[in-house]
């Protein structure tokens, strides 16, 4: 289950808002979870001493850092069109005499 409660948040600059999600993800078992763990490089040790991140941290972090990467990702998209779009239309402006 996937629960998504959207509430806006004033952020200190200028009139940005920021978005906060609370998720909540059941995860149905301990062996899916350690699927998803695992398959993203979850170490129960580091360096011979118990990993001081819980699975359920590495998960959350993880979602996070997906979550970001795909906001990136959507950004430099646009900017790349932006940039395309303005250098077809300078092109298409261009007047040779």
Do not use: H, W
Request: charge should be positive; proline fraction near 4%.
């Amino acid at each position: 289950m996937l629960k998504i409660i959207g509430q806006k948040k004033k952020k200190p600059k200028k009139d940005k808002m920021a978005i906060t999600l609370n998720l909540s993800i059941d995860v149905p078992s301990v062996a899916e979870l350690n699927d998803f763990v695992y398959g993203l490089g979850y170490k129960d040790t580091i360096d011979g001493s118990p990993n001081p991140q819980t699975k359920g941290q590495f998960a959350k972090q993880m979602i996070i850092a997906y979550i970001r990467s795909i906001i990136k990702f959507k950004r430099v998209t646009d900017a790349e069109v932006a940039v395309r779009s303005t250098q077809t239309t300078a092109v298409d402006a261009l007047i040779i005499t």
